[in-house]
């Protein structure tokens, strides 16, 4: 890390599931520009970035189907979706931005074994584009994707099945997130949560102040070494050094 690296190790058992999209990367810019492209060419040209924060956390299935009512577009949900996910793919892979800190603290935790996962909103196909275009990949190869489970966050089920994959309990998860319906699915999900708000406006909302650690500033604020530490010190008694 960017100071001195620490000697004490997350203990044995304790796991990291990681959002991706405001948490891992910016993204939210990308996912801006496509849904402004995919409304606007179903004839809706005032879509702004206010209108954008509305949806942050919300997975890409859920948007179109609400944008499908409010904008009355006539396109299936189904066509909506895979539209959308075409513009951002495109964007995607033209380029998007890992935050400084949160590639250091993934960097660190790989190095010490803790075991992750990266549960997202996205599609796999975008999951996937965004981890090998910042290189991620290498660090981050458990992956679950909103249309791998029943339900999206608010509801736990990205969590739960992420926990499933890694072979850990829930109550040995720690969850990084961005946004409050992200927060608020940690919680459901019985798991501690990180908070790092997106939009540092929105850090007083209820799911935000029921994270076990916030930092409200967002990723201005966010620290790998704040994070580390947080978990060697907090993590719940009963588990061995690595």
Known sequence: MSSQTPSAAVPAG?????????????????????????????????????????????????????WRTKYGLDATPEELLTEKNAYYLELARAGTRAYPQMREFVTELHARGV???????????????????????????????????????????????????LGVAPEACVVIEDAAPGAAAARAAGMRCIAVPYVPETADAPAFAAADLLFPGGQQEFTARAAYDWLVRTAPAGGAGS
Request: hydrophobic share 45%; no cysteine; glycine share 8%.
């Open 115 to 165: 075991p992750m996962a990266v549960a997202s909103g996205s599609s796999r196909a975008a999951i996937e584009a965004i981890l090998q275009g910042t290189g991620l990949d290498a660090y981050l190869t458990v992956l679950v994707s909103a249309e791998e489970v029943e339900h999206g966050k608010p509801e736990p089920d990205v969590f739960l099945e992420a926990a499933r994959r």
């Open 14 to 66: 304790t796991a990291v599931v990681l959002d991706l999209d405001g948490t891992l990367v910016d993204s939210e810019p990308n996912y801006f520009e496509a849904g402004r492209r995919l409304l606007a060419r179903h004839g809706v040209t005032d879509f702004d970035w206010a209108d954008h924060e509305r949806y942050v956390g919300i997975s890409t299935a859920e948007t179109v189907a609400i």
